[in-house]
């Protein structure tokens, strides 16, 4: 995984993929290049024609109309890579991993025995079923890419990459 990409580095706060509510437009070009990123042609036509259709590990959910919106709020979820992963717990045959050196919940395709228990425990319902393998999958952050694929697909730059500290003065100089 390139440096750019790992969770912790020695110099600086954790970077997380954050959601910018106010620029999400709900378009979900975060989803459909996630699911891009994870198939095996990476063409969109051509993806369709694949056995087994690849699986988005980033959903786009509706938040409900705000009072000072007639429309939809939207935010782009995927895994958090929680600081205590409940999957990770759950997991009976040790397949989810805390990888601690970068942070990272982790998959092990081979070990997964497909029981769900990941699915049915993560709060943010990030974990989802691969459909045709029998196996749960979430977010890897594009694990062997050099950009995360679904912050480089979005229109508005909703979707950052970025420390908390980072976010937070991000969202306190749009105000």
């Known amino acids: 995984m390139p440096d750019s990409l790992r969770t ?6 954790t970077r997380e993929i954050f959601c910018r509510v106010d620029r999400c437009l709900g378009c979900r070009s975060c989803e459909i290049a996630c699911a891009l990123s994870h198939s095996l042609t990476g063409e969109l036509v051509s993806t369709f024609q694949e056995h087994s259709l690849p699986v988005r590990r980033i959903r786009v959910h509706g938040l409900g109309v705000t009072s000072t919106f007639t429309r939809h709020r939207v935010i782009a979820l995927q895994c958090r890579h929680c600081h205590e992963p409940l999957c990770v717990d759950v997991c009976i045959a040790g397949g989810v991993t805390k990888n601690e050196i970068t942070g990272l919940v982790e998959f092990d395709s081979q070990r997964c025995v497909g029981c769900w ?4 425990v993560c709060p943010y319902g990030a974990v989802v079923r691969l459909s045709g393998s029998g196996i749960a999958v979430k977010c890897d952050r594009c694990d062997g890419q050099d950009a995360l694929a679904c912050v480089s697909a979005c229109p508005t730059k909703a979707l950052v990459f970025c420390t908390l500290a980072e976010f937070l003065q991000m969202t306190t100089a749009a105000e």
């Open 8 to 13: 912790t580095n020695p110099t600086e706060e």
């Open 117 to 120: 228990s990941c699915t049915m």
